[in-house]
């Protein structure tokens, strides 16, 4: 086999030993149950093994919805003694259990790719039509009880909501968090070395989140109230005006168009008010202090995804299309998570350096949006040279390219099926 047959390989391996029959995990051990944006990104790859499948790693998800519309951050379809905090720590009743926060919401955008690209269409228009009605409920919930004032941006509520769990950018706001005072044992520092994981009193404040929307009776006005974590993510911000705009197409295509002026009325708003976050200086989007009303000067690779909504103008794109090009120069193998000036980088250490193979990928899809193709084919040259040199590892040492965190991991293979080989 030449090296691309193997990778190609490689890859399709991961998912099929990765799924545990209708969802897959992001890797065995570290991960062992489905996450929401996991989810939508290794649909993508499925497309490339067995399309039916792809179908039925959203339906397994959505398995997970709750009544009000909000597609959970992880559905514990069943136990595992691997993971801290598990459903008994959560304690939502539902079945499946699931945790009470969501994550950046791709979903949608992925079952267009997914409905656009696949070969068997009648298959696609079956499944899309069956969709359809809980994508908009997920995208009605972020905007209803995360936006309860119509402000233009959503609201989370833990670190863990944007997907990029320790981002610096999350620091002082985490700091303001009561440590939890309970005993508890974590589980991650079984799987990875604790060099690359979040330090214990980042963890005791994650802790203390967690039961703190169990104590609100996960009731949307307290916690949007009296949260001590309330930050308004740029990324996640971004990821949903996508996704909206994406639904909004797939409404065209379903076979029963339904009103969507609401979630018009929400992307227009969201429009309005996104040109507030651009920092001149820095060249990018920052994430924004609820509490303290004002922006969070970190600059993190979630900056540039208002590309992927398409939020920017073009002169801010072809500024950050030339910031994006300096940071490849300091940390060569893929875009670094937080920038390789900020004084919190650490290349090893996840969300606060190292390059996430979907992240390259969202931000190269805005880059190719804007006209920015070269910069988006470096994008997609670098991730595929990390892949070649280290695997499919869950995230990468961007100076380096060593991978660190969990092996095998199914987002990444799902990425190189659908972006690089
Ligand atoms: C970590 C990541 C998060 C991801 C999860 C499963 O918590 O920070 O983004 O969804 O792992 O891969």
């Not at 030449?2 to 570290?30: C, E, F, M, S, W």
């Not at 969501?102 to 696609?124: F, G, H, N």
């Not at 909004?248 to 076979?255: G, M, P, T, Y």
């Not at 995230?395 to 660190?404: A, L, R, S």
Request: aromatic fraction near 12%; charged fraction near 25%.
């Amino acid at each position: 086999m030449n090296k691309l047959d193997n990778l190609v390989a490689q890859a399709k391996d991961i998912l099929r030993t990765n799924d545990l029959g209708g969802y897959t995990v992001p890797t065995k051990g570290l991960y062992p149950f489905q996450w929401n944006w996991d989810a939508g990104v290794t649909a993508l790859g499925w497309l490339y093994v067995d399309e039916l499948r792809a179908w039925t790693e959203f339906e397994k998800l959505f398995e997970g919805q709750w009544e009000n519309g909000m597609v959970p951050h992880i559905v514990f379809h069943q136990e595992s003694d691997d993971y801290f905090p598990g459903p008994d720590q959560w304690k939502v009743e539902g079945n499946p259990p699931s945790t009470s926060i969501s994550q950046p919401p791709l979903l949608a955008t992925m079952v267009r790719i997914i409905y656009e690209q696949s070969k068997d269409k009648e298959l696609a228009q079956t499944k899309l039509d069956a969709l359809m009605p809980k994508l908009i409920r997920y995208h009605e919930w972020w905007y209803r009880e995360r936006d309860p004032e119509n402000t233009g941006l959503v609201s989370s509520y833990h670190p863990w909501e944007s997907g990029m769990d320790n981002s610096p950018a999350w620091d002082d706001v985490l700091q303001r968090v009561p440590q939890v005072t309970r005993p508890y044992q974590r589980r991650d520092l079984n799987h990875v070395d604790s060099k690359q994981r979040p330090l214990k009193e980042q963890y005791d404040r994650y802790i203390y989140l967690v039961d703190f929307f169990r104590e609100n009776d996960f009731d949307y006005q307290k916690i949007y109230q009296n949260c001590p974590f309330h930050t308004q993510d740029i990324s996640l911000n971004a990821v949903l005006q996508r996704g909206t705009l994406d639904l909004i197409h797939l409404n065209k295509v379903a076979s029963v168009a339904v009103d969507m002026s609401s979630l018009e009325a929400s992307a227009a708003k969201a429009e309005e008010v996104f040109p507030a976050l651009w920092d001149a200086e820095r060249h990018l989007f920052l994430n924004r202090d609820h509490d303290l009303a004002k922006t969070i000067p970190v600059s993190t690779s979630g900056g540039f995804m208002p590309l992927y909504s398409y939020s920017a103008t073009p002169e801010q794109a072809a500024l950050m299309a030339a910031e994006i090009k300096e940071w490849l120069v300091l940390g060569p193998s893929g875009l670094a998570s937080t920038s390789p000036l900020e004084s919190t980088f650490d290349a090893k250490r996840y969300w606060r350096g190292p390059s996430w193979l979907h992240i390259n990928w969202m931000i190269a899809d805005g880059l190719k949006h804007y006209g920015h193709d070269d910069v988006a084919e470096q994008l997609r040259q670098v991730s595929r040279a990390i892949i070649e040199q280290s695997g499919y590892f869950e995230y990468f040492d961007p100076i380096t390219g060593e991978g660190c965190g969990g092996k095998d991991f199914s987002w990444t293979a799902a990425i190189a099926l659908h972006w690089l080989l």
